[in-house]
């Protein structure tokens, strides 16, 4: 029997699909004995995931979370059995453009990941260990290569399709897509960008872009249709428009928007966006952290610290991760994934569509950045601009495991942004999906000795309490 129709072993996929389909049964208005009685049941790894989104907190809206992310994977279950067509694309590309075909169904690799990392009883380990066994290098992406190491297994489920965006900015990334594609003999469509952001760049990759699409349009056996684009983008254009206001509730202080939901913001960009699915979400997130600030509710004494995060944060243990930052009066203001800065497309004509459609992969995060002309001007002028406008008083970059590029300039980078925000920087080391590289204990530590010894010492010199 094709595996592709349903035969399944232990693959991250059909494990995350299992806990899931539970995970979605459970009601909202759980009391917190309730919670405490469930999670006794769960394994630890899964246990100590729950435990942070079911946190009171915030519960209800992580509820919301799990439904949107279960309904996502089991579309993509239903979308084989029906015959139409998955497609695996990495976290640099928008899905929006997947529902586009009425045949075709979005799954993003690093999602799968971060679910498998953040709910699975071993996390991720034995499928990164299989690639390693494999003699994959270490120095691709654990964001994608966890997933996809599950899929070389050959004992899970299998895209039809594998979008490649990472060209251009991430090799990293784009190597374990084209390894996988030519190992398994699965098609990949390829979307380059290319490293001059100038007009000339610009319409280059607006012929790539337009190569892409009729690349898809063949492997999905499909036509888009301009009625379709556009009920799609009106979709993406009002989650835009929650996005926005979200990232306005961050400038409060203290911050109402909870610690998790820049994960959540970065969890509906990547899977759900263009669908009613995405937009309810954001809905959800906007209306919880408007009541918080109307109330005043914050879960720590002060907000000591408003912390951007320079590029992405660590997934492998959200309790000891986003919930210990927030009840410490550390505020997660964002990170280069959740500042993803969605666009607004303007849905008037099908050559304004891909005109919008285009340059959302020109301008979407990591490529925007890493695959500028220069990829440490892009950086610094990004993240100065956001830290001021989101009154940041401190900055932290996680030093993920393969990010080579980002690791080359963050010095530069980090100079620059003291010098031009006044914001200092803490340089971490770790993989952000494996824990086994640096205990979140280590990371607490660094963490915490910043935030006393430099932070709130700049702000008792500049007379700002804490
Ligand atoms: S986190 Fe770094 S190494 Fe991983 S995909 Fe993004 S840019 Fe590439």
């Given at each position: 029997?094709?595996?592709?129709q349903?035969?399944m072993?232990d693959?991250l996929?059909?494990?995350?699909e299992?806990l899931?389909?539970?995970?979605v049964?459970?009601?909202?208005?759980m009391?917190?004995?309730?919670?405490?009685?469930?999670?006794?049941?769960?394994?630890?790894?899964t246990?100590?995931?729950?435990?942070?989104?079911l946190?009171?907190?915030f519960?209800?809206v992580?509820l919301?979370f799990?439904r949107?992310?279960?309904?996502w994977v089991k579309?993509?279950r239903?979308?084989?059995?029906?015959?139409r067509?998955v497609?695996?694309?990495p976290?640099?590309f928008?899905?929006?453009?997947i529902y586009l075909f009425?045949?075709?169904?979005?799954?993003?690799?690093?999602?799968?990941t971060?679910?498998g990392?953040s709910?699975?009883?071993g996390?991720?380990?034995?499928?990164?260990?299989y690639?390693?066994?494999?003699?994959i290098?270490?120095f691709?992406c654990?964001?994608?290569?966890?997933?996809?190491?599950?899929v070389?297994?050959?004992?899970d489920?299998?895209?039809?399709?594998?979008v490649q965006?990472?060209?251009?900015?991430?090799?990293?990334?784009?190597?374990?897509?084209?390894f996988v594609?030519?190992?398994?003999?699965i098609?990949?469509?390829?979307l380059?960008k290319?490293?001059?952001?100038?007009?000339?760049?610009?319409e280059?990759?607006?012929?790539?872009?337009m190569g892409?699409?009729?690349?898809l349009?063949e492997l999905?056996?499909?036509?888009l249709?301009e009625?379709?684009?556009?009920?799609?983008?009106?979709e993406?254009?009002?989650?835009?428009?929650?996005?926005?206001?979200?990232?306005?509730?961050?400038?409060f202080?203290?911050?109402?928007?909870?610690?998790?939901?820049?994960i959540?913001t970065y969890?509906t960009r990547f899977t759900?966006?263009?669908?009613?699915?995405?937009?309810?979400?954001?809905?959800a997130?906007?209306?919880?952290?408007?009541?918080?600030?109307e109330?005043g509710?914050?879960?720590?004494p002060?907000e000591?610290?408003r912390?951007?995060?320079?590029?992405?944060?660590y997934?492998?243990?959200?309790?000891?991760?986003?919930?210990?930052?927030?009840?410490r009066?550390?505020?997660?203001?964002?990170?280069?994934l959740?500042?993803?800065?969605?666009?607004?497309?303007d849905?008037s004509?099908?050559?304004?569509m891909l005109q919008?459609?285009?340059e959302?992969?020109?301008?979407?995060?990591?490529t925007?950045?890493?695959?500028?002309?220069?990829?440490s001007?892009?950086w610094?002028e990004?993240?100065?601009?956001?830290?001021?406008?989101?009154?940041a008083?401190?900055?932290?970059?996680?030093?993920?495991?393969a990010?080579?590029?980002?690791?080359?300039i963050?010095n530069?980078v980090?100079?620059?942004?003291?010098k031009?925000t006044?914001?200092?920087?803490?340089?971490?080391?770790?993989?952000s999906?494996i824990?086994r590289?640096t205990?979140?204990?280590?990371?607490?530590?660094?963490?915490?000795?910043?935030?006393?010894?430099?932070v709130?010492?700049?702000?008792?010199r500049?007379?700002?309490?804490?």
């Open positions: 029997m094709d595996k592709r349903g035969v072993g693959g996929f059909q494990r995350v299992e899931i389909k539970v995970a049964l459970l009601p909202k208005g009391s917190d004995q309730e919670v405490e009685g469930l999670l006794r049941l769960l394994p630890p790894d246990s100590r995931s729950m435990r942070a989104l946190s009171p907190r519960r209800d992580s919301d799990i949107m992310i279960g309904g579309e993509a239903e979308a084989r059995e029906e015959g067509k497609v695996l694309v976290f640099n928008p899905p929006e453009i009425r045949n075709a169904v979005p799954l993003t690799s690093e999602v799968l971060t679910l990392v709910v699975l009883e996390q991720g380990e034995r499928y990164w260990d690639a390693m066994g494999l003699g290098p270490d691709l654990s964001s994608s290569t966890i997933e996809l190491g599950s070389l297994t050959g004992r489920f299998e895209p039809d399709i594998i965006s990472a060209p251009g900015a991430c090799d990293a990334n784009s190597k374990i897509h084209e594609s030519l190992h398994m003999g098609p990949q469509v390829i380059e290319p490293t001059d952001t100038g007009p000339r760049g610009k280059l990759h607006g012929r790539y872009f892409f699409l009729r690349r349009e999905i056996g499909e036509e249709e009625e379709r684009m556009k009920e799609v983008l009106e993406a254009n009002r989650a835009a428009e929650l996005y926005y206001e979200l990232y306005d509730l961050r400038k202080s203290p911050c109402p928007v909870p610690n998790i939901f820049s959540f969890g759900r966006w263009g669908r009613p699915e995405g937009t309810r979400m954001m809905r997130m906007v209306d919880l952290s408007k009541r918080r600030l109330s509710e914050y879960p720590a002060e000591v610290a912390c951007m995060w320079l590029y992405i944060g997934y492998f243990d959200f309790l000891g991760f986003f919930n210990w930052m927030e009840e009066g550390i505020t997660y203001l964002n990170d280069i959740s500042l993803c800065q969605p666009r607004f497309v849905t004509s099908r050559e304004s919008g459609l285009a959302a992969c020109f301008e979407y995060p990591m925007r950045q890493m695959g500028a002309s220069s990829m001007l892009a610094i990004d993240m100065c601009g956001f830290i001021t406008d989101l009154r008083d401190c900055a932290i970059y996680s030093g993920h495991h990010c080579k590029q980002t690791w080359s963050i530069q980090r100079r620059e942004i003291l031009r006044g914001a200092p920087v803490l340089c971490l080391q770790g993989d999906w824990r590289m205990p979140t204990s280590v990371l607490q530590e660094e963490i915490e000795s910043f935030v006393e010894n430099v709130r010492r700049r702000r008792r500049a007379g700002r309490g804490a």
